[in-house]
């Protein structure tokens, strides 16, 4: 009967410690999947409220949080990522992202599923 409560013991002390453990990085956001006009995917992502995470064209886009005057507009590796309204049927635009802080060209025209 001690070897049982020893092992039980054992089992709630290893439970207590991966509970009271704190992650470095956040947990992975969903990724919300857009249906671009031109047939190609994006995959978004949103791990932290500063950053957005796209997937295009087999890339990986690492984006930061930009000035918009509607949507959510993010930046980084020469793209744009502007967002406009929340689930299903929102849309969002990839844009080329000029040296002088504008919008370019529009790359991909996009609606959430």
Not at 18 to 44: E, F, N, R, V
Not at 50 to 71: C, E, F, M, N, P
């Amino acid at each position: 009967m001690r070897l049982g409560l020893s092992a039980l013991a054992l089992a709630g002390i290893i439970v207590l410690a991966a509970c009271a453990s704190t992650p470095d990085a956040p947990p992975p956001a969903a990724a919300t999947a857009y249906g671009c006009q031109s047939g190609a995917l994006i995959q978004a992502s949103y791990p932290d409220t500063d950053h957005a995470r796209i997937q295009y064209k087999g890339q990986t886009h690492t984006l930061t949080i930009a000035v918009s005057a509607s949507g959510a507009r993010y930046v980084g590796d020469g793209i744009e990522w502007w967002t406009k309204g929340s689930g299903p049927g929102s849309t969002a635009s990839l844009l080329a992202h000029l040296d002088d802080g504008t919008s370019g060209e529009v790359i991909e025209t996009c609606t959430a599923r």
